[in-house]
């Protein structure tokens, strides 16, 4: 029999012991070039080509449209970008397979698609291959998958697994960005409620955001970088574990210096969510070596991106220890974000109200 925490999930990703215990033994033909293959706490894969890499991701094709639709549309691109860039390689190339409802609309799916284009375009992508078809039995938010690709050298590759004991660890933007964004435009009227239009605004402004593409860009051309993760399923405190886990290394983190925004906490409070394991795509989490990590910062910094140094790798078994207020413990994974329960609960509050 399962042991409880090997259980699926009520929603969102898999559970490590899941993954671990039936998808990773299970992984197909073995290939010689496959360089990266699935694993924890890396967002890519990669395969050889000569004396080059590419680099590819697959995710849902995230469409909520409560969002509005070119909002929906930026956030469903730059999630599947995102996983790309930090791989130190840019997203280039783009697949989409679109299984839409068949209550989209001829107007939203041309909508949908220009902003899917001006995007791109913006971010250098090219839509190489795809599927475009309303099916019943779809429905939003998930409506269909894709897949971004990027090539370069094997040089350029940030391969978690390179990894080693004394790197410093930074974080950008702080935890639960993707929350607070998501929360604040499907749910402006509970935030207003409590803090007042001006900042339920800012709150709304977090949306844009949710992306690590220019984070990982920056940190990629200042070098130095050894693995670079976006924050998403349990947030900062989730993506901490994973890095951990591929590069083979524990952690020791300071958790008064990790970088947070006013807003996003304010937010999590009202919703009843743990900041620091909430979803946060946007965030990117990522290792250093120590010459190189105030020389990223400064980067960041004229960016105008917050960035903070929160830790470094240490020769332990996997795991990460948080010291706060001088006491150091060993952190226990979130195993379920709490933002996909608190969404849903809103949902039904929201429809009461109606």
């Known amino acids: 029999m399962s042991s409880t925490n090997e259980k699926l999930p009520t929603l969102g990703k898999v559970t490590p012991e899941f993954f671990d215990r039936v998808i990773f033994p299970r992984l197909g033909a073995d290939d010689p070039d496959v360089l990266i ?3 924890h706490g890396v967002d890519f894969g990669a395969i050889t080509i000569g ?3 590419i680099v590819l991701s697959t995710d849902p094709f995230f469409i909520a449209p409560a969002l509005g639709w070119e909002r929906a549309a ?3 691109l730059h999630i599947l970008a995102s996983d790309v860039a930090v791989s130190g390689i840019p997203p280039r190339f783009f697949a989409v397979d679109l299984n839409l409802p068949p209550e989209m609309r001829e107007s939203e799916l041309t909508t949908m698609w220009q902003t899917v284009h001006e995007e791109a375009e913006k971010l250098g992508i090219a839509v190489v291959s795809g599927h475009t078809a309303r099916y ?3 429905n939003f938010p998930m409506v269909g998958g894709a ?6 050298s094997k040089d350029d590759l940030i391969d978690p697994r390179q990894a080693s004991v004394g790197d410093r660890i930074i974080i950008t933007k702080g935890p639960a960005i993707e929350a607070t964004g998501l929360m604040a435009v499907q749910f402006p009227e509970f935030i207003e409620e409590r803090y007042g239009a001006g900042f339920t605004q800012q709150a709304k402004d977090m949306f844009f955001q949710m992306s690590v593409v220019e984070d990982a860009r920056i940190c990629s051309e200042v070098g130095g970088m050894t693995a670079m993760h976006d924050a998403t399923e349990c947030g900062i405190w989730g993506a901490l574990f994973e890095i951990a886990r591929a590069s083979g290394q524990g952690m020791v983190i300071n958790k008064a210096d990790i970088v947070k925004d006013d807003v996003a906490l304010k937010v999590c409070d009202l919703f009843g969510m743990e900041p620091m394991s909430s979803i ?3 965030t990117l989490v990522g290792t250093v070596r120590p010459d190189r990590a105030a020389a990223v910062l400064a980067a960041l910094t004229a960016a105008e991106i917050p960035a903070s140094d929160v830790g470094e790798l240490v020769a332990t078994e996997k795991g990460v220890r948080v010291v706060e207020d001088g006491v150091e413990t060993d952190l226990v ?4 974000d709490p933002f996909w329960g608190t969404f849903e609960e809103y949902l039904g509050k929201q429809a009461a109200r109606k």
Request: with cysteine.
């Open 74 to 76: 930026w956030f469903a």
């Open 37 to 39: 293959g699935p694993q």
């Open 333 to 336: 994974h979130p195993g379920t």
């Open 136 to 138: 019943a039995g779809c």
């Open 147 to 152: 897949t971004v690709m990027g090539v370069g």
């Open 280 to 282: 946060s795509e946007g």
């Open 51 to 53: 004396d080059q890499v």
